[in-house]
């Protein structure tokens, strides 16, 4: 089946509106939105314009295991939606570290005494799960605790 972005569905309007609905039951279902707004409405119509996956026909037929397998392009879209806020925190909001030698990591905190360090690609977004630092090898726990906050700093 290829994409069918302007054939109406079975359960009336668009595919897209269809498949739009669909992920914002599954963004409601997993506690990420109440109600959509008109934001949250234009940012899934885009990502469903731009990945073909989501833009599968949707069909339902009354059958549990087919209509389930049916709704996937929803759950694909809702998927895609993550991980662009995903990567908008880690290029944007995420806490940044930087080691004495000047090496700096993206933070993922669980706890104020707990955190996971980062690499960072060029683009921003956190790349592989570091323990020491690359560059002069230290232990990166070790080092962020002993340093005082505000000596070498949180980059925001």
């Known amino acids: 089946m290829g994409p069918h972005t302007d054939r109406p569905s079975s359960a009336g309007g668009t595919n897209e509106d269809l498949v739009v609905r669909l992920a914002v039951g599954v963004l409601a279902g997993k506690g990420w939105v109440e109600e959509p707004d008109d934001e949250l409405i234009a940012a899934l ?5 731009a990945n073909p996956i989501c833009q599968q026909a949707v069909s339902f037929t009354g059958e ?4 389930m397998l049916a709704a996937r392009p929803g759950e694909y879209l809702a998927a895609a939606w993550e991980q662009e806020q995903q990567h908008h925190w880690e290029r944007h909001h995420a806490e940044r570290w930087s080691c004495p030698c000047g090496k700096t990591f993206g933070i993922y905190p669980f706890s104020d ?7 960072l690609a060029a683009d921003g977004l956190f790349a ?3 323990t020491g ?5 230290r232990d990166l726990a070790t080092m962020r605790d002993e340093v005082p906050a505000g000596q070498l700093g949180f980059a925001l």
């Open 45 to 49: 119509r885009r990502l469903y314009r």
């Open 128 to 130: 592989e799960h570091a």
């Open 113 to 119: 005494r707990r955190v996971l360090f980062y690499t």
């Open 133 to 137: 630092c690359p560059s002069c090898g």
């Open 64 to 67: 549990l295991l087919h209509d």
